[in-house]
């Protein structure tokens, strides 16, 4: 089955902290992981993605690690701000065979706060 | 470059009717995918359009219907609604080019919030 689980549910950093958010899939051939950021009455927005070639992407204060043999991945948001609050999704897609679609798979959300 | 965008934004019906939501992808974009998001299930797909096709579905019932014109705006139909339909639907529009480095980015509208009273 597919699924991405991630963990925690919730998170509390302090301002200025770093916050680690986790996620662990099941399905091998998943080759694409973006991280969206979801504030309250919005859509969600793309963040920063990976391919499981790499180990690590950077894009400003966010940072992906992947572990491939693990089937891990995470996001580091470094220097946490106030505005950063907000419900970050893992996710993970893989091309369906001949079809040329993409399906993401996402985990259940972690809600941010950073506190002053 | 205009996003996504998506009517209505807030929608209240009753059991057993029928509702209809519009999406209008990034211009340029010829994929079109929903996704349904509820506090207990999260974040589900629907199904996944592109040039008129639907390519992918998810586990949801046949009342769940949609389609795409061929300005690749896509519609999504729930028939029979039930309570637990309550949900924020979300289109996402990505390039769907078979070939390329970003193919699979998925761009997100706001959302339709579906009431069921």
């Known amino acids: 089955q597919q699924q991405v689980k991630q963990s925690p549910q919730s998170l509390i950093v302090q301002k200025g902290g770093i916050s680690i958010i986790n996620c662990a899939y099941e399905n091998t051939a998943f080759d694409y992981f973006p991280w969206y950021q979801q504030f309250p009455g919005k859509g969600p927005a793309l963040l920063i993605a990976?391919?499981?070639?790499?180990s690590e992407k950077k894009e400003g204060r966010f940072t992906i690690s992947f572990n491939k043999s693990a089937k891990q991945f995470s996001l580091h948001i470094m220097d946490s701000q106030p505005g950063d609050s907000a419900t970050y999704f893992c996710?993970?897609?893989?091309?369906?065979?001949?079809?040329?679609?993409?399906?993401?798979?996402f985990g259940k959300g972690t809600k941010l706060s950073v506190i002053p | 470059k205009a996003g996504v965008t998506q009517t209505p934004r807030y929608l209240i019906k009753t059991r057993g009717q029928q509702v209809t939501l519009s999406c209008s992808p990034i211009?340029?974009?010829?994929?079109v995918s929903w996704y349904q998001q509820t506090p207990g299930q999260g974040l589900q797909f629907l199904f996944e359009y592109f040039s008129e096709t639907q390519r992918n579905k998810g586990n949801f019932p046949g009342r769940f219907s949609g389609r795409q014109f061929s300005n690749s705006r896509s519609e999504m139909n729930v028939s029979t609604l039930e309570l637990g339909d309550s949900a924020l639907y979300l289109c996402a529009s990505s390039p769907g080019r078979l070939a390329g480095a970003l193919q699979e980015t998925q761009y997100f509208g706001p959302g339709t919030r579906l009431l069921v009273l």
């Open positions: 211009s340029g974009h010829r994929s």
């Open positions: 990976i391919r499981p070639d790499v």
């Open positions: 996710a993970a897609s893989t091309r369906r065979s001949g079809a040329g679609s993409y399906q993401l798979t």
